[in-house]
């Protein structure tokens, strides 16, 4: 991750980043606690606008309320994270392309396991949009770990000590000389990747795990899935198995981090002609257009957008 901009809101005021500070006793310390969502926000100028904010706001929501959180509602309007983004962004001042990343943290000190009524701390930071993956090619490997299924750790929570998961995947994938690395369930179906979703190509049709295949439902994957259908491209969601992967014509990944990014190996088995594929590539494109509101295609992108 790129370092944070200098500006960052922590509990109820914007502060410098080395002010920004959670006590070692706090719930968010001892047992992960906190939950989060990940923005960009697209610099033209002056011009600065935030992708599909109101969906990012419900994701925090929906994940507080699968844990437990319930002081973060109570106390956080979508009206008042606009305006906070907005006011940070701002006293930023950035000049290229950003992500924003929001936790609200169970601060409480040492009070157990046990979350309902505790108070929260919100945070809000700005790094620059350098992407995770590479952009060219992703070489991907099947992960030895498999992923928590939803009747332990719900994966539709960005919960952040549920990310353990994510770096033991991960980095046994870059130890073996992979970008990243392929989950797969209980059963043995395709999940995600560490920190983005998947889809593979089958003649036109874009396929991808669904929704209950212990997957993070993406604001990213939702937003290609659209972009897809408005193209006029056959589109099914459902269990996907991993030999799938190898006779695909392409597999690529998306996430707010990854952006649209083509894989071209999985497990030493090249994928298509070992090129970027054309569908990946058209949705790439649409997709960039569609983080400015200027898509091409059916979509309302421009409800997409909020100006900031």
């Known amino acids: 991750m790129a370092d944070p901009y200098p500006r960052v809101f922590f509990g109820d005021q914007i502060v410098d980043v080395d002010q920004?500070?959670?006590?070692?006793?706090?719930?968010a310390v001892l047992y992960g606690l906190s939950v989060y969502t990940?923005?960009?926000?697209?610099?033209?100028?002056?011009?600065?606008?935030?992708?599909?904010l109101a969906d990012h706001y419900q994701r925090l929501l929906e994940s507080c309320k699968i844990i437990g959180i319930d002081r973060f509602a109570q106390e956080w309007t979508f009206e008042r994270f606009e305006a906070l983004a907005r006011i940070l962004v701002a006293e930023n001042a950035p000049e290229t392309d950003v992500f924003v990343r929001v936790s609200v943290h169970v601060d409480e000190l040492v009070p157990?396991?046990?979350?309902?009524?505790?108070?929260?701390?919100?945070?809000?930071?700005?790094?620059?949009?350098?992407p995770i993956v590479p952009q060219d090619g992703m070489r991907?490997?099947?992960s030895q770990w498999r992923r928590i299924p939803d009747g332990a750790i719900p994966s539709r929570a960005k919960v952040n000590g549920a990310y353990v998961n994510s770096v033991l995947a991960k980095q046994d994938a870059i130890d073996a000389g992979y970008d990243d690395a392929i989950f797969l369930d209980g059963a043995g179906h395709v999940c995600e990747l560490s920190a983005a979703n998947i889809f593979l190509v089958?003649?036109?049709?874009?396929?991808t795990p669904d929704v209950a295949s212990d997957i993070l439902d993406g604001i990213n994957r939702r937003t290609v899935?659209?972009?897809?259908?408005?193209?006029?491209?056959?589109?099914?969601?459902?269990a996907v198995d991993l030999t799938e992967l190898y006779?695909?014509?392409e597999v690529f990944v998306t996430g707010t981090s990854a952006g649209v990014a083509p894989v071209v190996e999985v497990d030493g088995r090249v994928i298509g002609d070992g090129e970027p594929g054309p569908v990946a590539a058209r949705l790439r494109e649409l997709h960039a257009a569609a983080l400015r509101g200027e898509s091409t295609s059916r979509v309302g992108a421009a409800d997409w957008i909020t100006e900031l």
Do not use: C, N, W
């Not at 990940?38 to 599909?52: N, S």
């Not at 089958?202 to 396929?207: C, K, L």
């Not at 899935?225 to 459902?238: D, H, N, Q, W």
């Open 112 to 130: 157990g396991t046990r979350v309902r009524g505790l108070p929260v701390t919100v945070s809000m930071f700005v790094y620059d949009a350098v």
């Open 140 to 142: 991907l490997k099947t």
């Open 247 to 249: 006779i695909a014509d």
């Open 202 to 207: 089958r003649g036109d049709t874009v396929i």
């Open 20 to 27: 920004a500070r959670l006590s070692v006793a706090t719930s």
């Open 225 to 238: 899935l659209a972009l897809a259908e408005a193209e006029g491209l056959p589109v099914a969601e459902r």
């Open 38 to 52: 990940v923005f960009p926000v697209q610099v033209d100028g002056e011009r600065r606008t935030a992708f599909r």
